[in-house]
């Protein structure tokens, strides 16, 4: 029987490099029939294909196999068979090899045990598990960091974030630029973006990656404007963006309705040869649909070799929210024709499409057919456009009827898609239910409020609009005030009433008061000087362009 294992190791490394696990596997099988005994440097490659594969029996037998061997002490076998178990959703087992280990006190086997249990959504024992690393003098390392802060990410776990942020500055982590860029990403992910650019700011130099984290986080937080003068920033810097990047400045042109800039980024696709990625194509159509053209979204529609749920469902959307509902229907057939399951996403565009469209028999119809063809539980999303779909047609009764019987708890937005039909259709008593319920659920969202406000005003009932301000005081509550985005030169404009932060405001103003006195000038005047009136309005307009620099 010969012992040499090299050349297999060898092989072995190689397959679980090029990530073809399941033949390292065969490949150990193989070995051990041509009578080669396995060593420490053999397992790690066959267990790290185990944890790829999700195969906790296979693992276990090579654990028996190292225990055989003789192998179990080496630092990265240990750290080898926690890594598998971890990855196989057997935390305990893990811990159990790590606890029988003579090598637990070496930094790999904490690292590779804390980073498992927070990847399982074991937090708490991870935190534990740093804890007495550090009681017991173990020393950290980045690897540490980059195991347990992505457990921290989630709005709930910021202070704990917080917590280990100023422990890596301790221990002297802090200039590491991977966990910088972890760091920042779980700000993003908590939700502070505040926090998240103070890391982002001081970092001296800034590599893709975390030019990326920063605009996908402001872009899922909410913060388009920010996305797009970040992206302004980045180029200035001389980075090219990638397809990550160009997703994120498409999400916000979609946000705020920037045609111009979403034409100058497919412009940027074209020409940095990322016309074939589908997630930029998906993003693509959904910014022009979104941003009314539908022409331009159809068209890439067209040309797509291969069209996704994605895809469909992005299409079907554009011409849904736009009032198009019958052929959002007649796409959403096709899509069926053409074999692809609908799933859930989809069918909030369906429903949604026939809201906005008044379909209202087609929308029950397709409603019915979630479960009764497709079997799909519908969700209070569906249920909050059906509804709109039945308080658009005056159908308030039966409104409250599906309210009452669905299978899931109704959510706020549910609830204040009965309030809106309410005060369309001046509904008082129906909608002082919805807003009791719509308050309990979403106390602090102002816009439930000014909504009541408003249908007590139609009714010109005082005493309600009374109490519901005496609510929002009560509450410290104040109205949001709504805002304007306005695109000028591929640059995105916000503007809220009465603003006066922007820099060319005194110009604004002037501008609008030349407009104001010119409409009052036009209305008063004769019917028959409608050719100079329209001369005058292209002057005033010319004159403008000019001032503002347009």
């Known amino acids: 029987m010969t012992t040499s294992t090299s050349p297999w190791n060898s092989r072995l490394r190689d397959l679980a490099k090029q990530s073809l696990f399941s033949e390292p596997l065969s490949l150990y099988r193989q070995m051990l029939r041509f009578g080669h005994l396995p060593n420490a440097f053999t397992f790690p490659f066959a267990l790290k294909s185990c944890a790829a594969l999700a195969l906790p029996l296979t693992g276990s037998l090579l654990h028996s196999h190292v225990l055989k061997t003789g192998c179990d002490p080496e630092p990265f076998v240990q750290t080898s068979l926690i890594s598998m178990y971890c990855k196989c959703c057997l935390t305990d087992d893990a811990r159990k090899v790590f606890d029988e280990s003579p090598q637990r006190k070496l930094t790999v086997c904490y690292n590779a045990l804390i980073s498992g249990n ?77 926090n998240a650019r103070k890391i982002f700011d001081a970092m001296p130099e800034k590599g893709l990656i975390t030019w ?26 001389g980075f090219f963006p990638d397809p990550v990047t160009l997703v994120g400045v498409l999400s916000s042109c979609t946000h705020l309705g920037a045609h111009v800039v979403g034409r100058e980024v497919e412009r940027r696709i074209e020409s940095s ?48 929210m736009h009032g198009h509902g019958e052929v959002a229907l007649e796409l959403f057939k096709e899509m069926i024709a053409s074999g ?27 409603f019915a057919a979630m479960e009764k063809n497709y079997r799909l539980q519908p969700g209070p999303e569906h249920y909050s456009c059906m509804v709109d779909l039945l308080g658009r047609a005056g159908r308030l009764k039966e409104a409250k009827e599906l309210i009452d019987s669905m299978q899931v708890k109704p959510d706020g937005g549910v609830w204040g898609a009965l309030l809106g039909a309410c005060e369309i259709h001046k509904n008082v008593e129906l909608a002082e239910i919805a807003f009791e319920h719509v308050i309990e ?42 805002c304007s985005y306005v695109e ?14 922007h820099c060319q405001t005194e110009d604004i103003y002037s501008i609008l008061d030349e407009l104001e006195n010119l409409a009052r000038e036009l209305g008063v005047s004769n019917e028959n000087d409608g050719e100079r009136n329209k001369e005058q309005v292209g002057i005033t307009v010319k004159n403008w362009q000019l001032h503002l620099g347009s």
């Open 118 to 194: 927070a990847s399982n959504s074991k937090l708490r024992d991870a935190v534990l598990l740093f804890r007495r690393m550090r009681e017991e003098g173990v020393g950290v390392n980045s690897v540490t960091m980059l195991g347990l802060i992505p457990g921290c990410a989630a709005p709930g776990h910021l202070s704990l974030g917080m917590c280990l942020h100023g422990s890596s500055v301790k221990c002297g982590l802090d200039g590491d630029l991977s966990v910088r860029n972890c760091f920042l990403t779980m700000y993003l992910k908590c939700g502070s973006a505040d």
């Open 212 to 237: 990326n984290a920063m605009i996908s986080g402001y872009a899922q937080n909410g913060l388009a404007s920010h996305v797009l003068n970040l992206y302004r920033e980045m180029e200035a810097c």
């Open 273 to 320: 040869g990322f016309g074939s990625n589908p997630y930029l194509k998906n993003a693509l159509i959904n910014m022009y649909a979104r941003c009314g053209n539908l022409v331009r979204a159809h068209a890439i529609f067209d040309v797509m070799p291969e069209k996704s749920l994605v895809t469909w469902t992005a299409i079907i959307g554009g011409y849904g």
């Open 340 to 366: 692809i399951r609908p799933d859930r996403a989809v069918f909030v565009t369906v429903l949604s499409a026939c809201s906005h469209a008044g379909l209202t028999d087609e929308g029950l119809e397709y």
């Open 441 to 482: 659920l979403e106390p602090t969202n102002s816009g439930y409020y000014v909504l009541m406000s408003n249908i007590y005003s139609d009714a010109k009932n005082l005493e309600g609009i009374l109490k519901v301000r005496v609510m929002m005081k009560e509450r410290q509550l104040k109205k949001e005030p709504g």
């Open 488 to 501: 000028c030169k591929g640059r995105v404009h916000v503007f809220l009433a009465g603003d006066n932060s």
